[in-house]
């Protein structure tokens, strides 16, 4: 951790009112600074976000989103106060601004790739199902809050420059971009999503999950939000029927909770193979082309990961 990034967790940590003596983890992305502290018999998580990656109000609208969620009664992590009685807070520091926000921990257990059966893939998908049910009736407080939608990523790794020899996969990016684009939206297909739906980001406590991490959550379509837990649940996974025997678990928790139109479901692959492609670009821009230098999880990722994406 820097000097800079220390100054900016001991702010944070006087703003929440925690006890720095009490740091459970700390994590440093490149725009983030996360932290959990122990308070009492739970944990709360600390997070400390560059404002050039998402402004005051982007966060605003996604704590908004996670008390209406909570108001549902899903089971998500939700937002502490300061000392001050705010849900954000602003630091500033060497010329920059950070937005700070504190969430309780979720409850129950961290669960692994190891968890993986039927009945866990049920339980995801009814709890999506459920997110995208009461999402229909989400109205947002107000417009400043309004969060992107998907367009703002893929628009990004549309312009990454590849070399000539990966021409193939920038066209089938565009191809797929585009076809997605001119999808129809409505309250029952379309609306804010967590976009990052995977076993690294809830707990289980029984057969209840409990969800944090909502950074990613954008405007899209339910379908999107589907194939991303799709893709993150079998992204290493390289028997041909993984995402078959998956989606099939998925999507029979998932209709217990919200209907999507057959055609909607039909569009997952679609969702799918525009999320393979852009991390495959990411990573390949990340790396130079020379894979060895990712880390483990990016070159297992990548290994014949181009053959595949051809052959979608």
Request: with cysteine.
């Amino acid at each position: 951790m820097t000097l800079n990034q220390q100054k900016l967790l001991e702010t944070g940590v006087r703003m929440f009112g925690l006890d720095p003596n009490n740091l459970l983890s700390h994590h440093d992305s490149e725009h983030s600074i996360i932290a959990s502290y122990k308070t009492g018999d739970s944990s709360v998580f600390l997070r400390i976000t560059r404002d050039t990656h998402s402004s005051i109000d982007i966060i605003r609208g996604e704590i908004d989103w996670i008390e209406f969620l909570s108001g549902k009664g899903l089971s998500v992590s939700r937002p502490v106060r300061s000392v001050g009685g705010q849900l954000v807070e602003q630091i500033t520091a060497d010329d920059d601004t950070y937005t700070t926000v504190c969430f309780d921990g979720a409850p129950g257990r961290r669960i692994s790739e190891a968890d993986y059966n039927i009945k866990l893939f049920r339980l995801m998908g009814a709890f999506m199902g459920k997110i995208h049910n009461v999402t229909k009736y989400y109205k947002q407080t107000s417009s400043r809050f309004k969060r992107a939608d998907w367009s703002a990523e893929a628009n990004l790794i549309a312009n990454i420059e590849l070399p000539e020899s990966e021409r193939s996969i920038i066209e089938r990016y565009a191809e797929l971009r585009g076809h997605i684009a001119r999808l129809s939206k409505s309250r029952n297909s379309y609306g804010l999503i967590h976009a990052d739906f995977h076993h690294g980001n809830f707990c289980m406590e029984g057969d209840t999950i409990h969800l944090y991490d909502f950074d990613a959550c954008r405007y899209s379509w339910f379908a999107d939000d589907i194939a991303i837990a799709v893709f993150f649940a079998t992204a290493l996974d390289h028997v041909d029927d993984a995402r078959e025997k998956f989606l099939g678990s998925f999507l029979e928790g998932y209709s217990l909770e919200n209907d999507l139109e057959k055609g909607w479901l039909e569009e997952i692959p679609n969702f799918i193979a525009l999320r393979e492609i852009g991390r495959y670009i990411k990573l390949y821009r990340a790396s130079g082309g020379r894979f060895e230098r990712l880390h483990q999880w990016g070159r297992s990722y990548m290994q014949n990961r181009k053959e595949r994406i051809l052959r979608l």
